[in-house]
């Protein structure tokens, strides 16, 4: 039994939901059309799904059904980011007129329980209960291939047409010495805390490290963040992530930059971490250690040998796909973060309706013709779809790039939030929306604005003419639309247009 801490009675109802003691596997159908092995995203939408659609669906999960998403991932740190928010803003009221009559505290364990009670609330959706009862056979237990179409779990063999390898991935411990025998936390443990660490280092300044940093930091821990860039979020628009870097120094986060942890020992008062950066030694004692660099696909056990699946362990691609999401067995599919380069919930969920069509009805759906969207959840956020500009210039497309600051945009300013933008990117001489970027409190609501444009061909220009109610910050996006507009409007045009009116007189 997966143990869940600490065990009070939100986790025991997230438990009793998602793995319930004393639940009885079923027997086997004579042979199913989907074995689905992982409960999370993936896995549970191939399996809903495929079971709506009428066939006969067998879910594997060895662990807690949900996945990270529910127990480990998107529910529980947004829960824990909203207190953030709450904090902050109490921190800025004074910006907005307002005085806070006495000093406001932050009681650290209920931020906890109240994510553990939010979890527990929403877990229902994931529960063994409602997969039986959509119609989908629920196997708690460890699977693992016997053959080409066969998969053992708990001394029972399911035989199926068709398999989606749905198992997900886990955090990577960096190899550093000494950090075994310290302690540290991953995204698995972090939400067992109970009491605040005073003093929090957070290695990895990608979304997740990002993420929990500032979470940590407006909740009352000193908080260090180690990244081995020279900036963070090193992946994402450079001047988002200069954006959101200079919030954190306002923020007082510590940051440690293009540097490696060399080595963790654990003292009398903490842990002692040793690392280089820029070419200096230094050292960082703390209370707790928070890894958030690195994950790699849950391929072990498996037996994917015997199922004629190839893949790359460790840090590599887990199970090797094509554009279809088949694995080098044809019958066998796979989807989720096993197997993707992205690792959203939302592409999961996405990747598993692929499979869905492609396993049970002979479709050609393409993962590449996806267009994805993707959100880090700071404050601001930063939102994203299609090419930034270093990719575009990376693949040889030349674009042009619109940009809309907040500061230009009336609701933006009475809200107070002005820092951030909406930077959309154009196909060089056409308005063909190729990317873009929103760095706002609520970038990740905007985005899809955009997104739908590019998934229906609808250019920028167009986007102009879409009627955003007054004062929004969506507007922004309208009005990004009408700076594409003006470029329209040359001197020749003008010209034109000027002779035109002079006539009409």
């Known amino acids: 039994m997966p143990e869940v801490s600490p065990l009070d009675t939100y986790n025991e109802a997230l438990v009793a939901n998602v793995r319930p003691p004393g639940w009885v596997n079923p027997e086997p159908q004579p042979r199913y059309n989907l074995v689905v092995i992982g409960g999370g995203t993936a896995g549970l939408v191939s399996a809903a799904g495929s079971a709506a659609l009428g066939a006969k669906v067998a879910l594997v999960e060895r662990h807690l059904l949900g996945g990270d998403c529910l127990n480990y991932g998107c529910v529980p740190s947004k829960a824990i980011i909203r207190s953030s928010k709450v904090c902050a803003d109490i921190r800025d009221a004074g910006l907005f007129g307002l005085k806070i009559s006495s000093a406001v505290e932050v009681d ?13 609330e929403i877990s229902h959706h994931d529960s063994a209960a409602r997969f039986r009862d959509l119609g989908v056979d629920v196997f708690l237990g460890e699977a693992r291939f016997s053959g080409p179409d066969t998969v053992e779990v708990g001394g029972k063999t399911l035989r199926f047409q068709k398999a989606v390898i749905a198992t997900g991935g886990r955090a990577v411990r960096p190899s550093v010495p000494g950090l075994q025998e310290a302690g540290y936390l991953t995204n698995e443990t972090v939400f067992s805390l109970t009491e605040r660490p005073a003093r929090l280092l957070v290695m990895g300044g990608g979304p997740l490290g990002c993420e929990f940093a500032q979470a940590f930091q407006r909740l009352g821990c000193r908080v260090t963040l180690l990244h081995k860039y020279p900036r963070i979020m090193n992946k994402e628009d450079a001047d988002a992530a200069e954006l959101i870097q200079k919030t954190f120094q306002k923020e007082g986060i510590g940051l440690i930059l293009n540097a490696r942890p060399l080595q963790v020992t654990k003292t009398d008062n903490g842990k002692l971490v040793q690392y280089e950066s820029a070419g200096q030694k230094g050292e960082i004692e703390v209370d707790e250690i928070l890894i958030g660099a ?16 190839m893949y790359e362990a460790g840090k590599g691609r887990g199970v090797i796909v094509n554009d279809k999401l088949q694995t080098t067995n044809p019958h066998i599919f796979a989807a989720g973060d096993i197997c993707l380069p992205y690792q959203f919930t939302h592409l999961a969920d996405f990747a598993a309706r692929i499979v869905i069509q492609n396993a049970l009805f002979f479709g050609r759906q393409k ?15 930063v939102a994203h779809v299609g090419l930034n500009e270093a990719e575009a210039e ?13 500061r230009e945009v009336d609701r933006a300013i009475v809200d107070g939030e002005e ?27 905007m985005i899809s604005e955009i997104t739908a444009a590019m998934v229906g061909n609808i250019g920028l220009g167009t986007l102009a003419a879409v009627i955003h109610p007054y004062p929004t910050q969506a507007e922004a996006i309208r009005q990004t639309g009408d700076l594409y507009n003006r ?16 006539w009409r007189r």
């Open 294 to 309: 690195g994950r790699a696909p849950n391929v072990e056990g498996l037996n994917l040998e015997a199922a004629g699946v």
């Open 108 to 120: 650290f364990a209920a931020v906890m329980e109240r994510m553990r009670r939010l979890r527990a």
């Open 367 to 381: 993962l590449s013709a996806l267009t994805i969207p993707w959100c880090t959840y700071t404050d601001p956020e």
């Open 487 to 502: 470029t329209k409007l040359t001197p020749g045009v003008k010209w034109m247009f000027t002779r035109f009116l002079a």
């Open 419 to 445: 820092e951030g933008f909406v930077k959309i990117h154009v196909k060089k001489g056409a308005d063909k929306i190729l990317g873009a970027t929103i760095v706002a409190r609520h970038a990740g609501e």
């Open 394 to 406: 990376k693949k040889g497309i030349p674009v042009t790039t619109f940009i809309k600051p907040w």
